[in-house]
């Protein structure tokens, strides 16, 4: 079959001897004596080395998988491989030729299946079939795994975690061959605008090549996925969508208080300009919470951010630093911070609030009366409520974001 590329070739340079060498790309195939790489070895490879597949490119939350299982028996068949990691975030791969057009799709229903049945299992019964794949007895398998790679894992929050990954049923499902053709990346597209799954689904290409000495070099990229899924997680009795791209918040009708939000927020986020030039702006939804991330935090970026709120339960709004739970390196920049609150009021405003949410310290701006959410966007009442909005996340972003974003790429 073809295995046209959008890349160009790989070239080996020698610098000590001043030459160089164009490598030979390697089929990939279903014997080794059909003169290439077979779907066992792929498998083996990056199953031992998780690291190469390029998991954070597609979803960060997924970042640094853990190699769990190999063959994990579900209803519909065998997982070739499953992975997870600290988070508890499962990601599912299947290693596949594409021999023809209906193997291309075969295969795309084939993880949808892996997925759905997946879905349907609890914690104890994960666990389970991890241990019967491995050969083991006893104990909490899938968790003793990740806690090897990263001992700061909280057995109870793991747990939890995979269990509320999969009752939602968030998983990202990746397709590694070789020579994938269009087809198959309209066949993702269509998943991407018809399904309403909540798991991601990306197409990985791994490019095989061979020097004059018969090394082989393995070059996973990525050729197609969908668009990342709402993700719903509950933070302190508030429902937040954790998103890492913009969504059309317009696609499926909205709730009178969702269409409130998504005006207000949209008027915001026009308005927004941060005086640090390299902040991007949040994105607008329907939620009463947007973000603004720190990228050098952790949970792909979720551990620390801005999050300007509406509280229509005590007919409040405001924008505070927000730390999830279980980050302590992340808990110790806001600490920091809370210890020279008098001197940030300072470069700040004396209406810089601190308060306790959760069991979890918070400082920021606020104030009382949502009045304006049902004005005229013209209003002077609504345009008010938006300008202050824009200055007070302006203030904390801006004299704050750079600082954190340091101090976590120092720690």
């Not at 299947?94 to 023809?100: D, G």
């Not at 209906?102 to 295969?107: D, G, L, S, T």
């Not at 709004?317 to 020279?340: H, I, N, T, W």
């Not at 409520?385 to 340091?406: G, I, K, P, T, Y």
């Amino acid at each position: 079959m073809s295995t046209e590329s959008r890349y160009g070739e790989l070239i080996r340079v020698d610098r000590d001897r001043g030459s160089s060498e164009v490598l030979q790309r390697v089929p990939l195939a279903s014997r080794v004596a059909e003169g290439g790489v077979d779907e066992a070895t792929l498998q083996e490879l990056l199953f031992d080395h998780p690291e190469c597949l390029p998991v954070a490119a597609i979803d960060p939350v997924y970042g640094d998988p853990v190699p769990i299982c190999r063959e994990l028996r579900v209803d519909a068949g065998s997982i070739d491989a499953l992975y997870a990691n600290s988070l508890g975030r499962l990601t599912l791969c299947e290693f596949k030729l594409w021999r023809n057009p209906q193997a291309r799709r075969e295969v795309v229903g084939q993880i949808l299946d892996y997925a759905k049945d997946l879905a349907a299992l609890g914690y104890e019964d994960l666990q389970r079939q991890v241990a019967l794949a491995l050969g083991r007895k006893g104990g909490n398998v899938l968790y003793d795994l990740i806690s090897k790679r990263n001992r700061d894992v909280i057995e109870a929050d793991f747990v939890e975690n995979v269990t509320r990954n999969l009752r939602r049923g968030e998983f990202l499902l990746l397709i590694v061959g070789d020579g994938i053709r269009e087809e198959v990346e309209e066949i993702v597209d269509f998943i991407g605008r018809h399904s309403g799954l909540h798991f991601n689904l990306a197409l990985v290409e791994a490019a095989l090549y061979a020097d004059r000495a018969n090394h082989l070099i393995i070059q996973p990229r990525v050729l197609a996925r969908t668009e990342i899924w709402r993700r719903f997680v509950v933070d302190d009795g508030v429902a937040e969508e954790a998103v890492s791209a913009d969504v059309d918040d317009e696609q499926e009708p909205l709730s009178d208080q969702e269409a409130e939000n998504l005006r207000f927020w949209k008027a915001v986020v026009q308005d927004l300009d941060f005086a640090d030039e390299r902040v991007e702006r949040p994105v607008s939804r329907r939620l009463p919470t947007i973000h603004v991330l720190v990228s050098n935090s952790g949970f792909g970026g979720w551990a620390l951010s801005f999050t300007a709120y509406i509280h229509r339960g005590e007919e409040t709004m405001g924008c505070f630093v927000a730390c999830r739970k279980g980050y302590p390196r992340e808990q110790r920049v806001v600490d920091e911070a809370l210890a020279s609150l008098d001197e940030l009021r300072e470069r700040m405003g004396s209406d810089l609030d601190e308060w306790e949410q959760g069991g979890r310290p918070r400082f920021g701006f606020w104030r009382e009366d949502l009045s304006f959410l049902s004005s005229s966007e013209t209003s002077e009442e609504y345009q008010e409520a938006v300008s202050w909005m824009c200055e007070h996340l302006n203030r904390l972003v801006s004299n704050l974001h750079h600082d954190f974003q340091m101090k976590l790429a120092h720690d």
